[in-house]
C-alpha cells in the first residue's frame, strides 16, 4: 500500500532523487505559468475582454477580498504568497480528475514543505509590519510565562497544517483507490467528485489559515493603559 | 518514514518559484489591468460628473437668458402697442382734422356757390325789373325808365334839405374840374339839360357837368364833386330784395347743416 507519491521514485542519486510529487509539482507549475502567461499575454484594459482574462480577474480579486476580510488591510502585499497557496493546492486537487495522476499534497513532504513556508512567513511579514521588537515581544504575551506555549503553538499549527492536508489528500486519493478494487464504475466517480470538493475545501482552509496567522502577527499590539 | 525531507526541500524551492512565476505572469498583470480600468472609470465618471455640471451651469445660463428674452420681449411689445396706439389715436386726430377742414371747405364751397347763384339770380332779378319797369312805364304812361329816373334824380336835388345842400355847394364852388354825373345808361341831350338846368337852379349858378355813363350803378344817377356825392338808384330796393332772398337760402341751409331729428329719441323724450 502507497500512502505517498514520494515512493514512487523515476531517479536517484545518493540524497538526490526524482519521485512523482517533483514531478506533478513541476507539470502544475507549467500549467499554472504557462496558462496565466497565455492568458495574460493579451490583457485588455478596456470594457471588452476575453472570458479568461474575466475568469482570472474573478479569481484574483476574490482572493484579495478574503485576504481584506481576514484582517489584512494591504492584501496586495500578501497576494502572490496566499494567493499562490490557494491556487496551487486548488490545481492539485482539481487535477485529480485526470487518470494516473497522483495530487503532489497527497505527500506529507509537499504540505510540510507548504507548513514551513508559512511558518517562516509569518514572523517574517510580523517583523516586515511591527519591527523585530515589538514582533517577539508578541510572544511574550500576556506575559512572559506564556513564551513557551506560545511557541509550541506555533510549531503545532504548523504541523496541524501539514498533516490536515496530507490527511484529506492522502485519504482521498487512497479511498478512491480502495474504492476501485472493490465497485470499479460508478462509486469511484461519485467519491472523486467528494474528492474534488474536499480539495477545494482544503486549499480555502490552509490559505485562509495562513492568512489568519500572518493577520494575527502583523497586527500591532498596542499597550494596555492605551487600550483603557 | 512519510516525510522525505529532500523532497521539503524541492517543493519549498518549487514553491518559492511558483510564487515568483504567479507574480510575474498573473496577479501583477491582472491587477495593473484591473487598475487601469478602474482609471479610467472614475476619469470617464469624473468627466461625466463635470460635463453635467457644466450642462447644468448652461441650462442654467440658458434659462436665464430665455427669461429675460421673454422680459425683453414682452417689453418690446408693450411699448410696440403703445407707439402704435399713439400713432393710432394721431393718425384718428389727423384725420378728424382733415374731415373737419374738408367739411369746413364743403361749407365755403357751398356757401360760395348760394351767394354766386344769389349774384346771378339778384342780376338776372335786376334785369327782369328793369324790363318790366320799362314795358310798364312804356306801356302805362307813355314815357321811358331813363327819362322817368332823370326826372326823380331832379326831383331829388331839388328836395334837398338846406344842409346838404350847402355842404353841396361848397363842394361845387370849390371843385377845380367839372362836377361828374355817371348814369348807368347814356343820357340824352334832353335829359342832360334838365339835369344842368336843375342844378344850375339850384346851386344859383352855373355848374360844369361831365357826363359818364356806368352800367354798375344799377339803373341809377349820381353827382360826384369833389368827394361829395347825391345819388339816387334802385339798387337799395334791390339790396332789399337780396338780403330777403338770402334770408331764405340761409334758413334753408341750416335746416340742411342740422341732422334730422330721431324719432325714438323724441319719443323718449316725449313719454
Not at chain 1, 490583457?43 to 475568469?55: A, F, I, K, P, T
Not at chain 1, 462509486?187 to 480539495?199: E, H, Y
Not at chain 2, 470617464?44 to 460628473?49: D, G, I, P
Request: glycine letters at 4%; aromatic letters at 8%; a neutral charge.
Amino acid at each position: 500500500m502507497r500512502l505517498s507519491p514520494d515512493e514512487i521514485i523515476f531517479w536517484q542519486n545518493g540524497f538526490f532523487k526524482l519521485n512523482a510529487t517533483i514531478l506533478f509539482t513541476w507539470g502544475l507549475m507549467l500549467v499554472l505559468a504557462i496558462g496565466a502567461k497565455l492568458i495574460t499575454r493579451h490583457l485588455s484594459r478596456d470594457h471588452q475582454r476575453s472570458r479568461w482574462q474575466n475568469l482570472l480577474e474573478i479569481v484574483v480579486t476574490n482572493i484579495e477580498e478574503q485576504i481584506e476580510e481576514v484582517g489584512l488591510p494591504q492584501p496586495r502585499k500578501y497576494l502572490p504568497f496566499l494567493g499562490t497557496l490557494f491556487l496551487f493546492i486548488a490545481v492539485a486537487a482539481l487535477a485529480t480528475i485526470l487518470p494516473g495522476y497522483e495530487p503532489p499534497t497527497g505527500s506529507l513532504s509537499t504540505t510540510a514543505a507548504l507548513a514551513l513556508c508559512v511558518l517562516v512567513a509569518v514572523p517574517v511579514f510580523g517583523i516586515q509590519e511591527q519591527g523585530v521588537g515589538s514582533y517577539f515581544k508578541s510572544y511574550m504575551q500576556p506575559t512572559f510565562i506564556m513564551l513557551p506555549f506560545n511557541i509550541i503553538s506555533e510549531v503545532s499549527r504548523t504541523l496541524a497544517l501539514a498533516v490536515r492536508l496530507f490527511g484529506n489528500m492522502m485519504s482521498g486519493a487512497m479511498i478512491i483507490a480502495i474504492l476501485l478494487s472493490i465497485t470499479p464504475f460508478l462509486f469511484p466517480i461519485v467519491m472523486t467528485l467528494l474528492g474534488l470538493l474536499t480539495g477545494m475545501v482544503q486549499a480555502y482552509i490552509f490559505s485562509i489559515l495562513a492568512t489568519v496567522y500572518i493577520a494575527a502577527a502583523t497586527r500591532v499590539i498596542k499597550p494596555r493603559l492605551e487600550r483603557t | 518514514m512519510l516525510i522525505d525531507w529532500f523532497t521539503v526541500i524541492a517543493q519549498v524551492t518549487n514553491f518559492l518559484v511558483l510564487v515568483w512565476l504567479m507574480k510575474r505572469f498573473l496577479y501583477q498583470p491582472i491587477l495593473d489591468a484591473i487598475d487601469a480600468r478602474e482609471k479610467r472609470i472614475a476619469a470617464t465618471l469624473a468627466n461625466a460628473a463635470a460635463q453635467q455640471a457644466e450642462a447644468a451651469t448652461e441650462r442654467h445660463e440658458f434659462q436665464h437668458k430665455n427669461e429675460e428674452f421673454a422680459r425683453q420681449r414682452a417689453a418690446l411689445f408693450n411699448k410696440a402697442t403703445q407707439e402704435a396706439q399713439a400713432e393710432h389715436q394721431r393718425l384718428l386726430d389727423e384725420a378728424r382734422q382733415d374731415a373737419r377742414v374738408l367739411l369746413l371747405k364743403r361749407q365755403e364751397t357751398l356757401r360760395d356757390d348760394a351767394r354766386r347763384l344769389n349774384r346771378t339770380i339778384l342780376q338776372r332779378t335786376q334785369q327782369e325789373v328793369f324790363a318790366i319797369a320799362r314795358k310798364v312805364l312804356g306801356d302805362l304812361a307813355g314815357t321811358t325808365l331813363e327819362e322817368r329816373l332823370s326826372a326823380v334824380f331832379t326831383k331829388r336835388l331839388r328836395q334837398l334839405d338846406d344842409q346838404t345842400k350847402s355842404v353841396l355847394a361848397a363842394a361845387l364852388n370849390s371843385a377845380t374840374t367839372p362836377a361828374l354825373v355817371r348814369s348807368a345808361f347814356d343820357l340824352s341831350a334832353a335829359q342832360r339839360a334838365t339835369i344842368q338846368n336843375a342844378l344850375n337852379e339850384i346851386f344859383e349858378a352855373e355848374i360844369s357837368l361831365r357826363f359818364e355813363s356806368a352800367p354798375e350803378l344799377i339803373s341809377g344817377i349820381e353827382l360826384v364833386s369833389n368827394g361829395q356825392k347825391v345819388a339816387w338808384s334802385i339798387a337799395d330796393y334791390l339790396t332789399a330784395m337780396e338780403k330777403g332772398i338770402s334770408e331764405v337760402l340761409d334758413g334753408k341751409e341750416d335746416a340742411d347743416a342740422l341732422p334730422p331729428p330721431d324719432p325714438l329719441l323724441e319719443e323718449r323724450r316725449g313719454s
